[in-house]
């Protein structure tokens, strides 16, 4: 894969995030209802972030052909493997724990995914950034999992 294929698979995972929270965000209130909209914007941005890098090598002939043909057969197959199965799946689960759970693996995924791609980029640090991002997301994931918040609904259900 190139590197243009490789950003537009994080424009698409980041996209996907995007959608996922704000459908756990429909389903949802009070505190719930805010934490998922905060991480639908948050990815809204990862996804601008990212397209942004692409433009920022647009005008750079090397980006259709920047490939380590290791890191990018890696990226590719993982991204095929772990990510798109989890992003095309549009289910919403039916408990908040159920929707976290998702959520973790798939944050887990990205990270790995883009520290196989940042090392593919000329300037890895905006790629770095998103990664810390979702690191950040991933934390807050494992908390409201373990937190309180959760015994407000009834067997972790949505509503």
Known sequence: MTGRELLNIA???????????????????????????????????HAKRFEEIMKKYQEDPSLATWQNEEVSG?????????????????NIPETVLGALRRAIEVEKDSIIYYNEIKQLIPDP?????????????????????????????SEGSMI
């Open 11 to 45: 424009i698409k995972v980041e996209s996907a995030g995007y959608s996922y929270y704000s459908k756990l965000a429909e389903k949802t209130q009070g505190q719930l209802k805010v934490f998922f909209n905060e991480l639908a914007q948050q990815e809204r941005d």
């Open 125 to 153: 640090k905006p790629v770095e950034e998103i990664i810390n991002e979702e690191k950040e997301h991933l934390r807050k994931l494992s908390e409201k999992m373990l937190s309180e918040d959760l015994s407000t609904y």
């Open 74 to 90: 890696y990226a590719e197959t993982y991204a095929k493997a772990f990510i798109f199965p989890e992003i095309e799946n549009e």
